[in-house]
């Protein structure tokens, strides 16, 4: 019965595939030997662009008087189409690591709690200098990606060009041995049910 389900609930699934669109997803090969799949048409910012929205984020660090030694390089953004987006992927690296995967190990759930407020303080202090709205902090997790362990800070956060609307950011920490991968995943809340499945296709494929 069980296997009938399954069959039952895929063919469901499959009446809302389009037929013509097999190819909805393209793997991409990044720096630093990363992998990730992603929606085929969505659109691909160009490194200037990249680097704008870098120095856009140190410029918001450095006002709020945040020291980091930290160097972080963008390897990937991404946005969904059509406009106005309703998602975005984004991929860098920093180095050094701010902290090891021994370290996560052995986190406990009173550090992950200490984390999570210190993330919502630095976001208070920065947000009038240029830092995002963020509305409420979700609980700071450990999860699994590519079987590396991943520090998740998750946030709610106000639409730049719209206040009344919110957005999810999710973003995944994985310190290697040299460097940290940092993969941020962010999509508009009302729109949810489309851009999550999306997302967690993506999640999922990160290869390193």
Not at 16 to 36: D, N, V, W
Not at 190 to 198: N, Q, R, T
């Amino acid at each position: 019965m069980r296997a009938v389900i399954r069959i039952a609930l895929l063919a469901v699934f499959a009446a809302f595939s389009h037929p013509g669109f097999s190819q909805e997803f393209r793997t991409l090969q990044l720096a630093y030997g990363i992998s990730i799949d992603v929606p085929s048409h969505w659109t691909e910012l160009p490194i200037e662009v990249r680097k704008n929205l870098g120095a856009a984020g140190r410029a918001v660090v450095d006002n709020g008087g945040l020291a980091s030694s930290s160097t972080k390089v963008s390897l990937l953004a991404m946005n969904a189409t059509p406009a106005p987006q309703g998602a975005m992927i984004r991929v860098s690296v920093s180095t050094p690591p701010d902290f090891s995967q021994f370290d996560l190990l052995s986190a406990t759930s009173s550090d992950l709690d200490e984390v999570g407020a210190e993330a919502s303080r630095v976001f208070k202090e920065i947000e009038p200098r240029g830092g995002p709205k963020v509305i409420g902090m979700l609980p700071t997790k450990v999860e699994f990606i590519n079987n590396h362990r991943a520090l998740t800070l998750s946030y709610v956060r106000a639409d730049v060009a719209n206040t009344s609307s919110t957005w999810l950011v999710t973003q995944y920490k994985i310190p290697v041995e040299t460097h940290m991968i940092e993969l941020t995943l962010s999509f508009r809340q009302s729109d949810g049910s489309i851009w999550l499945p999306i997302l967690e296709r993506v999640k999922r494929s990160v290869a390193f």
